[in-house]
């Protein structure tokens, strides 16, 4: 990829607060018109990062480039980068057409103009009834696309969205992620949201940045992170996953045997022997019962100990010398109930390889 | 209602009524007295005139001492707003050791008997030199003033959500219009009521301002009380009536301006 087609273009950025380092070097590259997660626990530097990208914290080294310029020491009005906030921050003295028409104002837009822009941008977010209402009696859901509509109608070069999702219920909560997708992609802008929620970033997301203790552990499609999670903290926070630590043995033709609790299993990938691995499959891709003969793949016997039926899908927990494997189907086998011995085996492609920890 | 509640609501009406008859009752006989055509303090009246109230516009000194605590009042309620602002900002935004220290510090004018604190700033002047009447007792006023101001915005900034700052400036505000055009309106109510009690606490102070007035320059409470002495008739309840008068007007302003319940709460 070249690197003029990157919108946004943050190289080193590096923050600390007294002694802790909150943010460790960081580099982000985001294209033109996509859309990127950044994905990870609270504390892990992600808002940080957002208020550096916005102007509103000062990074103590690296740079920001945005549409080619350097933007590193521009004050945050002057950026041309859209916020949503997490409590939206909605002016509370303004109606709903005023909060839209704020910036514009600010930036002493033609007042004809003004009114037309701030007419279009509520009514792409379906606001267009309520734009004589005072902010102050909005549901959750109407103040956060107050908030898109006001970021949006400055026509900003890149959107930042902070957590904007976390004030609403659960079940709200998934209609607004489709809508405001489609409204982001109406408009065609770049836009970078904060979450902690896994599914939040897999459901938005063109790419997500992992990121844990002030690094971006990796950057890939959803679905790369999901099936090639390049480090187990990348493995653990998205999606679930069975994990068995091991020790490396022998690899010939490029497959590694792992020496477990459970018995030798196989990986792709070469270990110095005697090193610690942890081998790790998602719970979807293991089967119920005897291998196929034709397909290279791991089997290990374990007990039944839970099953959990969740409409959809039923996961059945299963142990074995003090590891627990979840496996995901979409129905309960028959005969099989807790306490009950049963096979259960994986293809080799779907056994992730990690370096364990030095116990 | 059990019969406890209602004996405690009983008695609590009757504490109110008591609070309120006990501290209404001056300002109801010197609003009468004002009325009245008697030259002493006699009560009941024992006929109505306005004569009082027309000697007011002969009286030699009231005039100057009037437009002086008007001026005085408006500059250090002014400072008073400016420097207050600025510190509960910086009060309310950051931590640093002594901060509790520093609220304390500068509503204790509020605390201090007026004499201590008259005394007090009367020494300083004279040690720095500062003599000027007028430069005086709008430094003194200041400080008076100061701990409305403080105290109230402080506790408005308390409820401020800063983020509003950060969403004005990402929308191409500066720091500046920032605070402007979104800090400032949404702490109106804050800066109008401390404004209305700096002022009247400005206007109706005596015991600071008696050390820094003159024969030539005097404040209104204190030239009342010169006419008090010299000609004690009831002239000086028709200026209290007045007084009266004008802090009703800015009640009934603040009340249709924020409500009063906002003005109690901070």
Redesign the interface.
């Known amino acids: 990829m070249s690197a003029d087609a990157l919108l946004l273009d943050v190289r080193g950025a590096s923050k600390a607060f007294g002694s802790t380092t909150v943010l460790a070097g960081v580099d982000l590259g985001v294209h033109r018109g996509e859309f990127v997660s950044l994905l990870g626990p609270s504390g892990c530097g992600k808002t940080t990062l957002l208020r550096i990208v916005a102007g509103l914290l000062g990074a103590d080294g690296g740079t920001v480039r945005l549409d080619g310029a350097d933007i590193t020491g521009v004050p945050t009005h002057k950026r041309g980068v859209g916020v949503v906030f997490q409590s939206y921050a909605l002016f509370p003295h303004l109606s709903v057409a005023d909060n839209v028409a704020f910036g514009l104002r600010a930036q002493r837009r033609p007042a004809d103009g003004i009114k037309a822009t701030v007419a279009r941008f509520l009514d792409l977010v379906h606001l267009g009834a309520l734009a004589d209402r005072p902010v102050r009696g909005l549901s959750g859901g109407q103040q956060q696309r107050v908030a898109v509509a006001r970021a949006l109608a400055v026509a900003p070069k890149l959107l930042l969205l902070d957590e904007p999702f976390s004030a609403l219920d659960r079940k709200l909560r998934e209609t607004m992620q489709i809508d405001l997708r489609h409204i982001l992609r109406e408009v065609g802008i770049t836009t970078v949201l904060v979450t902690h929620d896994q599914e939040e970033a897999l459901v938005m997301s063109d790419r997500i940045a992992v990121m844990s203790k002030g690094a971006i552990e990796q950057l890939d499609t959803p679905e790369g992170i999901y099936t090639r999670p390049r480090t187990p903290f990348a493995l653990g926070f998205v999606g679930h996953s069975i994990r068995i630590a091991g020790k490396a043995g022998q690899t010939t033709d490029g497959v590694l045997t792992v020496d477990t609790a459970l018995g030798p299993l196989r990986a792709k990938g070469s270990y110095l022997p005697g090193s610690p691995v942890l081998l790790a499959v998602r719970p979807e891709r293991v089967v119920v019962g005897a291998p196929p003969p034709d397909v290279p793949s791991n089997a290990v016997t374990a007990a039944l100990t839970d099953i959990v039926f969740q409409g959809s899908k039923v996961h059945l927990h299963f142990a074995a010398a003090d590891v627990t494997l979840l496996v995901e189907t979409n129905r309960i086998p028959p005969g099989l109930s807790p306490g009950a011995t049963a096979s259960l085996s994986w293809g080799l492609a779907d056994t992730m390889l990690f370096p364990g920890e030095t116990a | 209602m059990t019969l406890t509640e209602r004996l405690g609501a009983f008695f609590v009406w009757i504490v109110a009524i008591a609070a309120a008859v006990f501290l209404l009752t001056p300002l109801v006989v010197t609003v009468l007295v004002s009325f009245g055509s008697s030259a002493v303090f006699t009560l009941p009246p024992p006929s109505l005139s306005m004569r009082w109230y027309q000697r007011l516009m002969t009286l030699r000194g009231l005039a100057p001492a009037l437009v002086t605590s008007v001026q005085i009042a408006a500059f250090a309620t002014l400072v008073s707003l400016v420097l207050g602002a600025l510190a509960a900002i910086a009060l309310a935004r950051t931590r640093f050791p002594g901060r509790d220290g520093v609220v304390a510090f500068l509503t204790s004018p509020l605390m201090l008997p007026g004499l201590v604190l008259g005394i007090a700033l009367l020494q300083g002047f004279r040690f720095i030199g500062l003599i000027d009447v007028w430069t005086s007792l709008l430094i003194a006023h200041v400080v008076i003033t100061i701990p409305y101001a403080v105290r109230t915005l402080y506790s408005a900034l308390g409820l401020f959500?800063f983020?509003?700052l950060?969403?004005?400036?990402?929308?191409?505000?500066?720091?500046a219009?920032a605070i402007v055009?979104?800090l400032l309106?949404?702490l109106a109510p804050a800066f109008i009521t401390s404004a209305i009690f700096a002022f009247l606490a400005s206007m109706d102070n005596y015991a600071v301002s008696i050390f820094f007035t003159n024969a030539w320059t005097k404040t209104l409470p204190i030239q009342m009380l010169t006419f008090a002495e010299e000609q004690p008739d009831p002239t000086i309840a028709a200026v209290s009536s007045l007084l009266i008068a004008l802090v009703l007007v800015l009640l009934i302003v603040l009340e249709r301006a924020i409500g009063l319940r906002r003005i109690t709460e901070v």
């Open positions: 959500d983020t509003l950060d969403a004005a400036r990402t929308l191409g505000c500066s720091p219009e055009k979104v309106p949404n």
